[in-house]
């Protein structure tokens, strides 16, 4: 069985275009089953050579952490529970907004490694933002520019112990 890798983050941050980026031609299932695994998409990855098993999760219908729904609290969290590694991503040039914070908090409780993305990393605008993931207290960021291909280098290193 092939390590799992989760990603999880806010809409819009970029996940699927890492998705996408890593599994290639070689998307394997489109899950559009009702409930929780809705917008959830899994595929055969490839980082360097080394495979491994990447979920996009769809993250969250609402950006506001008041109205969140708990459904999508709990897909994250089984999303993470059953993965190997999660990547939790958030976008560099917006910097880290409050949902970010929530989920971070979850993620912190979790037995599963996560390892800590800041995408859209290319150029000078992402800086401040990867300041600011310092403090999310899950170690240090890894930047990455999904759309651009910049930084997947460093997060092969990052996710190599878990696959
Ligand atoms: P998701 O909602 O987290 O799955 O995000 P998507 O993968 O759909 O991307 C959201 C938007 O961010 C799209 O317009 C992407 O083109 C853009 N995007 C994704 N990766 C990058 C990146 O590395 N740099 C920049 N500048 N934009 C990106
Ligand atoms: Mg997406």
């Known amino acids: 069985q092939a390590p799992v890798v989760a990603i999880v983050g806010r809409p819009n941050v970029g996940k699927s275009t890492l998705f996408n980026r890593l599994v290639g031609k070689r ?54 529970a059953q993965a190997d590694a999660a990547i939790f991503m958030i976008d ?21 490694p996560i390892v800590l993305v800041c995408n859209k990393a290319e150029g000078r605008a992402a800086e401040p933002g990867i300041m600011e993931s310092f403090a999310l207290g899950l170690g240090d960021p890894i930047a990455l520019s999904a759309e651009h291909g910049e930084g997947m280098g460093d997060l092969f290193t990052a996710l190599l112990p878990y696959i």
């Open 27 to 80: 998307l394997a299932l489109v899950d559009d089953r009702p409930g929780v695994t809705r917008d959830r998409r899994e595929g055969d990855a490839d980082l360097l050579g080394v495979p491994f098993r990447i979920v996009d999760t769809a993250g969250f219908e609402s950006d506001d952490p008041q109205t969140l729904p708990g459904r999508m609290r709990a897909q994250t969290e089984a999303a993470v």
């Open 92 to 112: 560099a040039r917006a910097g880290v907004t409050p949902l970010d914070e929530t989920v971070a908090q979850w993620l912190r409780g979790s037995d599963t």
